[in-house]
């Protein structure tokens, strides 16, 4: 019987070392690479999340400033940068308005006519005043101002159970906005009730709750000049009262009243001439 011959093959351990190896080195590699691209797509997304923000942030400030742009125009905050342009069609009408004496106003547009009427009607003052005659016959006094300034604010915002208290700060405040000069403090009547300056207080204090006036002094524009920040409005001014006009200072009828006819009777009415510089009074001649 033949005998069977075995054969026993060598392990080459260098070779699968080497295969080992080689493949330790690939997967380490391939894991490299996986998480190489894993942190490149979250440093990608997390730009993308940067740069979408910074790009809000931007529409937002844009938004913002287009928006702050929009309210100054609409107070005529940029006027004082573009008055050259401003003052020769001010001048322009002025000189029209010269030329027609008859009837001024028409020389006006009507959206100049409007703001400046309200510039001026921010300065009214109530036909039973204690400072009327002071008004219209030019004599710009503190207590007139004061009288003015209270007249301008909202009074029931002030009130106190049954009297008025407003802060110094306020006060001073709103007067600044009308007035370009020294704010002082004093005590004046307001609608036949005294307001009274309490120092320790810091603050105006009434005997009795206060209202704002209502004035039935009507006012119509005849002309308006303006010099860089200097504008000069003058109007005619009637008292109203049963649909009848009435000469604000005599209290003499004169006609029936009707809108936009003072001009018409303007050497039997009161005609103020209103200095302004910066928007604020400066001065009133009757």
């Known amino acids: 019987m033949p005998k069977t011959v075995e054969k026993t093959e060598k392990i080459d351990v260098k070779k699968i070392k ?16 996986e998480e190489l691209e894993k942190s490149n797509k979250r440093l990608i997304k997390e730009k993308s999340r940067k740069v979408i923000f910074r790009d809000i942030v931007i529409i937002l400030l844009v938004a913002i400033i ?20 401003n003052n020769q069609v001010e001048t322009k009408e002025s000189i029209k308005n010269e030329n027609n004496s008859s009837d001024n106003t028409n020389t006006l547009e009507k959206d100049n006519k409007i703001k400046y009427l309200d510039l001026i009607n921010t300065y009214n003052i109530s036909e039973d005043s204690l400072y009327l005659s002071d008004f ?7 207590t007139l ?24 700060l306020v006060f001073r405040k709103k007067y600044n906005e009308l007035f370009d000069d020294e704010y002082i403090n004093e005590s004046f009547i ?23 006036s209502t004035s039935n002094i009507v006012k119509e524009l005849l002309d308006v000049k303006v010099d860089n920040d200097t504008i000069t409005i003058t109007a005619v001014e009637g008292l109203i009262k ?6 604000v200072l005599s209290n003499k009828e004169i006609n029936n009243y009707k809108k936009d006819e003072l001009s018409k009777y303007k050497d039997k009415l009161s005609v103020i001439t209103y200095t302004f510089e910066n928007n604020k009074l400066i001065s009133i001649k009757g």
């Open 190 to 212: 307001y609608n036949n009730i005294n307001i009274k300056y309490i120092s320790k207080l810091s603050s105006y204090i009434t005997d009795k709750v206060v209202e704002n």
């Open 145 to 168: 101002k004061l009288y003015i300034t209270i007249n301008n604010l909202d009074l029931e915002n002030y009130i106190e159970e049954d009297y008025n208290i407003i802060d110094e």
């Open 242 to 247: 049963n649909n009848k006009l009435y000469n």
């Open 66 to 85: 287009v928006y702050l742009l929009y309210l100054l125009n609409n107070i005529d905050y940029f006027d004082k940068y573009f008055n050259k342009t």
């Open 18 to 33: 080497s295969e080992l190896n080689e493949y330790i080195d690939k997967e380490i590699k391939r894991n490299f690479l």
């Open 136 to 142: 219209y016959n030019g004599n710009l006094s503190n």
